[in-house]
């Protein structure tokens, strides 16, 4: 990309469009605006707005991507963690279902927004990186579980209320005697209705003689089946007077023009809850672009995507919505699809919009237990305690901090959860690397390379030392390098050269660099002197521009091969013996020649 296409990519891929291409791009809009309208009332049900704010936040944002991202299927909208986090974030300053509530909303779209494009101008991508997957997927694990856990209310046709799992089990508890059985009726048939739909239907079409991948369309279209017979069913049975609570009238017309406010205690109330929602939102679509792209031999630009969702959440602000970013099942329905180009998700706002003005009023009597039942399927898939064991079984720092995370969201909240497991995450990285791995090697026999003496028998002297380190150094372990070879000096009186090999070393900084030099003077008062070898070009040019080149008692060597070869001669000499040995070895067996005969 070059020029304004770098920040427009509509004019990149807008020059190649064709017939064949609108084609595709129609039939999968088609097929995504089923799926996302009963999606965009549930997860604004979920987000303790109205649901027609869902639509809202389908149609403008849509338009907006489709001009300033780079993603050919990734599909932008609600989805139901950023509605969790929004109703958390809006729910501590403004009520439930006031104006000022759905004003906050829209505030935190429009800072999301702001947010978000301000990072893609500065090439701020990296910020997303503090988020590890084990953190990330921690947290949606837990945030699965509270948002089905509060979607049970719906279900039940009870109040309930609470910021994290306890406090919403403990009131569901409280307000079981309200339990209504119609809604009950309701909504636990929607909800296995929708679990058969998602495994059992598509191979039971296939059965029946469709192709399969229309059949797995009109699999992934089961919430609008659900959503039809429901309404039904509330009509024919009288249910919305026997208690079951219904959506009620939807305003009918396109998005309204809505300015955020601007107040500052307003802004500040929402900007900690921007940032998150913005990093998380971000990190969630950047990961199911990257892997769509993959399929295809496409790439997309990281930076303009922060700009292209950056886009769509200020115009979710400024057309009546809420927060919005990449979803993962809906984009992968865009792409099996068919959808070539991010005009697809144009399409899929027109769609949205003709929805929103003439078919709300056939959405009156659709019971909330069924949006809550959409809800429930669709997170209780996010939801994989598998992924804790496989992490403890690899990384026991990854499984403590995803633990952390995922207790953290469920017991405190969506957003301290998220701030605890990203500290932890730090804070167990630094430990780690304040700790290197570090190991004494010697030369493998009969080769040029060396190895950890404690893995590998090799050849070693005993008035020479080599010190592998295995990290960078900086700060936080530069002391802890100068006590390990301080202790490799004190326990061999009769070392005359410590050689420090810097295979992985890919910086050294200032407090580093200040160890080094401590470490070579303490060497050259007892008598002993310091090496270096394999050391990068960067890290060889900052050292150049300090005076510890021209302090250093020893020498810098391009291989640790040459080290042995300068300062343990006769290791050298073995050395050679041994690979000329295998050398000849090889040449017989080549050649056949058996020397026993």
């Not at 929607?190 to 495994?199: I, M």
Request: aromatic share 8%; charged share 15%.
């Amino acid at each position: 990309m070059s020029g304004l296409s770098r920040y427009f990519p509509v004019l990149d891929w807008g020059r190649e469009y064709s017939r064949g291409l609108l084609i595709d791009d129609v039939v999968a809009a088609v097929i995504v605006t089923i799926m996302l309208i009963p999606q965009s009332l549930a997860y604004a049900l979920l987000a303790g707005l109205p649901p027609e704010v869902g639509l809202y936040a389908s149609i403008l944002p849509l338009v907006a991507y489709a001009l300033f991202g780079t993603s050919r299927a990734l599909a932008v909208g609600p989805v139901a963690v950023v509605s969790l986090m929004t109703a958390t974030a809006v729910g501590r300053i403004a009520q439930t279902g006031s104006p000022e509530y759905l004003t906050a909303a829209l505030t935190l779209a429009f800072l999301s927004g702001l947010f978000l494009i301000l990072m893609g101008l500065f090439r701020a991508g990296f910020l997303a990186n503090f988020l590890s997957h084990p953190v990330i997927s921690g947290f949606i694990t837990a945030s699965g579980l509270i948002i089905a856990a509060s979607q049970l209310k719906h279900i039940f046709g009870i109040s309930a209320s609470g910021h994290n799992l306890l406090e919403i089990i403990v009131s569901l508890i409280e307000h079981l005697k309200e339990l209504n059985p119609y809604t009950v009726a309701v909504g636990v048939t929607a909800t296995l209705f929708l679990f058969w739909v998602r495994k059992g239907l598509k191979p039971l079409l296939v059965r029946f003689g469709l192709g399969e991948r229309f059949a797995d369309i009109l699999a992934k279209a089961g919430p609008i089946g659900a959503v039809a017979l429901s309404i039904l069913v509330v009509l024919a049975f009288g249910l919305g007077e026997k208690g079951v609570s219904i959506v009620g009238d939807i305003p009918t017309g396109l998005p309204p023009l809505t300015l955020p406010v601007f107040d500052m205690d307003l802004w500040s109330s929402l900007i900690g809850s921007a940032v998150l929602i913005s990093i998380i939102g971000f990190v969630e679509s950047v990961s199911v672009a990257q892997t769509l792209a993959a399929k295809r031999r496409q790439r997309i630009d990281a930076d303009q995507e922060l700009i292209g969702l950056g886009a769509a959440n200020m115009a979710s602000g400024l057309s009546g919505g809420y927060p919005v970013t990449g979803g993962f099942a809906r984009s992968v329905v865009n792409f099996d699809a068919g959808a070539r180009t991010p005009a697809a998700g144009a399409y899929t706002a027109v769609g949205i919009c003709l929805a929103a003005l003439f078919l709300t009023p056939l959405l009156f009597h659709l019971p909330k237990a069924t949006l809550a039942a959409t809800i429930i399927v669709a997170v209780l898939s996010l939801v994989d305690f598998r992924l804790l064991a496989q992490t403890w079984r690899y990384s026991k720092s990854d499984f403590l901090a995803m633990l952390a995370t995922i207790l953290g969201t469920l017991g405190l909240g969506v957003e301290i959860g998220v701030i605890l497991g990203v500290g932890l995450s730090i804070l167990l990285f630094l430990y780690r690397t304040s700790r290197p791995h570090c190991a004494i090697v010697g030369q493998v026999p009969g080769t040029e390379h060396f190895r950890n003496v404690n893995r590998h028998q090799v050849l070693t002297s005993k008035e020479l030392v080599t010190l592998r380190i295995d990290e960078s150094l900086y700060f936080a372990n530069a002391r802890f390098l100068e006590d390990r070879i301080y202790e490799l000096v004190a326990k061999q009186p009769e070392i005359r050269h410590v050689v420090l090999m810097c295979p992985a070393v890919n910086d050294v900084d200032a407090s580093a660099l200040e160890s080094l030099e401590a470490i070579n003077h303490l060497l050259k008062d007892a008598g002993v002197k310091f090496h270096l070898s394999e050391v990068k070009g960067p890290v060889m040019d900052r050292l150049k521009r300090s005076h510890f080149l021209d302090d250093l008692t020893g020498e810098v060597f391009l291989s640790q091969f040459d080290a042995m070869h300068a300062l343990a001669p006769e290791l050298a000499e073995m050395a050679a013996r041994s690979l000329k040995n295998r050398e000849n070895e090889a040449t017989r067996q080549r050649s056949g020649f058996d020397p026993s005969i």
